[in-house]
Structures are given as structure tokens and as C-alpha cells.
């Protein structure tokens, strides 16, 4: 297993607006996946930050520059509800844009229908492991080309959250969570930091005034999760003007 980076300069980059914010975005993801001329692995993030981006991939124009074929979509935490559910990350990431372009079994969801959510974690560090071909994480091989990223009212990012015994894995790749910190309060399953940070760019985003609050509690407070989750090539926290405050 590899070490977590620690936190480290993490680059700023603001823009105007969120429809400026979901383009650059895509642009950063589509640039990763040009750099990687074999099998590509993007992992996705649930909420309301990403979508935008979402239904940009959904569009001619940016889904006729996805090479489909050779890239791999999974997800870094799960609400632990039915794929049917609208609190589902997967389902809403489907629902945009994979369903109509990503062959099916390049598609990887947590399996919310396991018995529980340690069963569901299980499987999927199974899956994980298997696409990677190892138990072991190698900083000269990352898992992930990109990992994207969201950044919760408490500062929490995928489900790993303050205070809770998760942020400290350093073993398990996945784990369950019995009980979230923040609505829905239900329970997850989520990628542990080692395998979030092996990842070529971990991309943050954020936009809105409601992210100022807990972007300016990040600057001072370096023990919450979303500075604790650090690629180890190219972290980016991606945001625009209402979200910082300029």
C-alpha cells in the first residue's frame, strides 16, 4: 500500500462562472485522457458539483473526443440506497451520460444490493484490485488517470468525513460507512485515501457561494479530509469566482 502525500500546494485555478468551471473541467479530463494512449480508468464523484460537467460529456462535442473503448468509468463513494434511487451517485452519472456512450462493462458501480455495506465495499476493492492487476499500489503505476473530487459543508470529500475512523485506512482500499456526517443520512461505501491518491490529477471542484463557508474553514483548518486527499501527481482545486469570494 502506498503512503498518503501529505498535504501539500495544491494548484488554485478560478474562473467565472459554473458553465466556465464545468468546460475546464472537461477539458482537464479530456487532456488526461489524451496523455494515455491505453486503458484508461476515470473515477467519478457524486453531488450536485459534477453534473454540469456530466451533461457537457453527454453532448456531441465533447462525447465524440471520449474514446469510449479504452476508458473505464468508476466512482469514489456510493450512498448505500438502490441504483433506482435518486440519492445514488452512479445511477445520476449513468442516467447523464454513460448509459448513452460507455460500453456496459466499462461501467463500475458500488453494488448497493450487497447485504451491507462492508459486503458492498468488499466487492468492489475486489474489482478494483482485479482491474489493476494488484493488492498493492505502485507510485510509478496509478490506479486512476483522474479523480474527481467535491468538497461537503464540513469539509468531508467522497465519504470520508471528520473525525471518522475511515480518513485514517491505510490497508483497506474500500470501506463501508454506517452512517453519514451530512444528509442523506444514510450509509456509504467509499474509496479510502491510498487508492484516491493514486491517481495521475485529483481535480476538485467547487462552485457557488455556499462553498465559500467551508472554502475559507479549509485554508485554516488542514486536518479536515479535503486537505488530507492528495494525489500523488497533480492535485487542482478547480473553482469559480462565487466560490471564493473574488
Given at each position: 500500500?502506498?503512503?498518503v502525500?501529505?498535504?501539500?500546494?495544491?494548484?488554485?485555478?478560478?474562473?467565472?462562472?459554473?458553465?466556465?468551471?464545468?468546460?475546464?473541467?472537461?477539458?482537464?479530463?479530456?487532456?488526461?485522457?489524451?496523455?494515455?494512449?491505453?486503458?484508461?480508468a476515470?473515477?467519478?464523484?457524486?453531488?450536485?458539483?459534477?453534473?454540469?460537467?456530466?451533461?457537457?460529456?453527454?453532448?456531441?462535442r465533447?462525447?465524440?473526443?471520449?474514446?469510449?473503448?479504452?476508458?473505464?468509468?468508476?466512482?469514489?463513494?456510493?450512498?448505500?440506497?438502490s441504483?433506482?434511487?435518486?440519492?445514488?451517485?452512479m445511477?445520476?452519472?449513468?442516467?447523464?451520460f454513460?448509459d448513452?456512450?460507455?460500453?456496459?462493462?466499462?461501467?463500475h458501480?458500488?453494488?448497493?444490493?450487497?447485504?451491507?455495506?462492508?459486503?458492498?465495499?468488499?466487492?468492489?476493492?475486489?474489482?478494483?484490485?482485479?482491474?489493476?492487476?494488484?493488492?498493492?499500489?505502485?507510485?510509478?503505476?496509478?490506479?486512476?488517470?483522474?479523480?474527481?473530487?467535491?468538497?461537503?459543508?464540513?469539509?468531508?470529500?467522497?465519504?470520508?468525513?471528520?473525525?471518522?475512523p475511515?480518513?485514517?485506512?491505510?490497508?483497506?482500499?474500500?470501506?463501508?460507512?454506517?452512517?453519514?456526517?451530512?444528509?442523506?443520512?444514510?450509509?456509504?461505501?467509499?474509496l479510502?485515501?491510498p487508492?484516491?491518491?493514486?491517481?495521475?490529477?485529483m481535480?476538485?471542484?467547487?462552485?457557488?457561494?455556499?462553498?465559500?463557508?467551508?472554502l475559507?474553514?479549509?485554508?485554516?483548518d488542514?486536518?479536515?479530509?479535503?486537505?488530507?486527499?492528495?494525489?500523488?501527481?497533480?492535485?487542482?482545486?478547480l473553482?469559480?469566482?462565487?466560490?471564493?469570494?473574488?
Amino acid at each position: 500500500m502506498i503512503a498518503v502525500p501529505s498535504p501539500a500546494t495544491v494548484e488554485r485555478i478560478v474562473v467565472s462562472d459554473p458553465i466556465a468551471l464545468a468546460t475546464t473541467a472537461a477539458e482537464r479530463m479530456l487532456a488526461r485522457i489524451d496523455a494515455n494512449r491505453g486503458r484508461i480508468a476515470i473515477c467519478l464523484t457524486g453531488g450536485s458539483s459534477p453534473q454540469q460537467l456530466y451533461r457537457l460529456l453527454a453532448t456531441d462535442r465533447w462525447s465524440k473526443r471520449v474514446p469510449w473503448d479504452r476508458t473505464h468509468w468508476f466512482i469514489s463513494d456510493e450512498r448505500f440506497v438502490s441504483p433506482s434511487d435518486s440519492r445514488n451517485n452512479m445511477a445520476a452519472a449513468r442516467d447523464i451520460f454513460l448509459d448513452r456512450f460507455a460500453p456496459k462493462d466499462h461501467v463500475h458501480p458500488i453494488r448497493t444490493g450487497a447485504g451491507d455495506p462492508e459486503q458492498a465495499a468488499n466487492l468492489y476493492e475486489a474489482e478494483l484490485q482485479a482491474f489493476y492487476g494488484a493488492a498493492d499500489l505502485d507510485p510509478a503505476r496509478p490506479l486512476f488517470d483522474l479523480v474527481l473530487m467535491g468538497i461537503g459543508p464540513d469539509g468531508h470529500t467522497a465519504s470520508l468525513f471528520p473525525g471518522y475512523p475511515e480518513l485514517d485506512e491505510r490497508k483497506r482500499w474500500v470501506v463501508g460507512v454506517p452512517q453519514a456526517h451530512v444528509e442523506p443520512f444514510v450509509p456509504r461505501v467509499t474509496l479510502t485515501l491510498p487508492p484516491l491518491a493514486s491517481c495521475r490529477e485529483m481535480l476538485f471542484e467547487a462552485a457557488g457561494r455556499e462553498k465559500r463557508s467551508i472554502l475559507a474553514r479549509l485554508s485554516q483548518d488542514k486536518s479536515l479530509p479535503a486537505n488530507r486527499a492528495r494525489s500523488i501527481g497533480e492535485t487542482v482545486l478547480l473553482a469559480d469566482q462565487a466560490a471564493i469570494g473574488e
